[in-house]
């Protein structure tokens, strides 16, 4: 298996805004019809407070697969030689459990620090589309 590394202009070019907010908003709405389960997730805390490492494990039912996102949160590093933020996501088909290759292709590592500021920004602008909605826009 091929591990893909995922910088910043990576995120942004496989994952333009236009379809990162409709991809967002097929997840809430499958979360909200209960075909997706997402537990609680959990975080490390490292002695001393160095840095902390979160657990995300979460399955779909449409394309039918689980996995998890592992993400080390390291308050201390600095851009651009060390990001504070990088994550691992691992996706398994639900029949045998084999990692599969993702949207974005084989399993990835990058740069989290990006991926969650685009996801945000996705997140509120699906808000916004749904309170135009809601208002007649």
Do not use: W
Not at 26 to 52: F, H, K, N, Q, Y
Not at 67 to 77: D, T, W
Not at 96 to 124: I, K, T
């Amino acid at each position: 298996m091929d591990i893909r590394v995922l910088r910043a202009a990576d995120v942004r070019a496989l994952l333009p805004m236009s379809e990162c907010i409709d991809l967002m908003q097929r997840t809430m709405i499958a979360v909200s019809e209960g075909r997706a389960v997402l537990p609680l997730r959990s975080i490390l805390v490292m002695p001393g407070d160095r840095g902390r490492m979160g657990n995300m494990p979460g399955y779909l039912a449409d394309p039918e697969c689980f996995g998890i996102k592992l993400v080390s949160l390291m308050p201390r590093n600095k851009p651009p030689l060390f990001s504070s933020h990088l994550g691992v996501v691992l996706l398994f088909e639900s029949e045998h459990g084999q990692p599969v290759e993702s949207e974005l292709g084989p399993q990835f590592l990058n740069d989290a620090d990006q991926r969650v500021g685009h996801q945000h920004d996705a997140e509120q602008g699906v808000l916004r589309l749904t309170r135009d909605q809601d208002h007649g826009q």
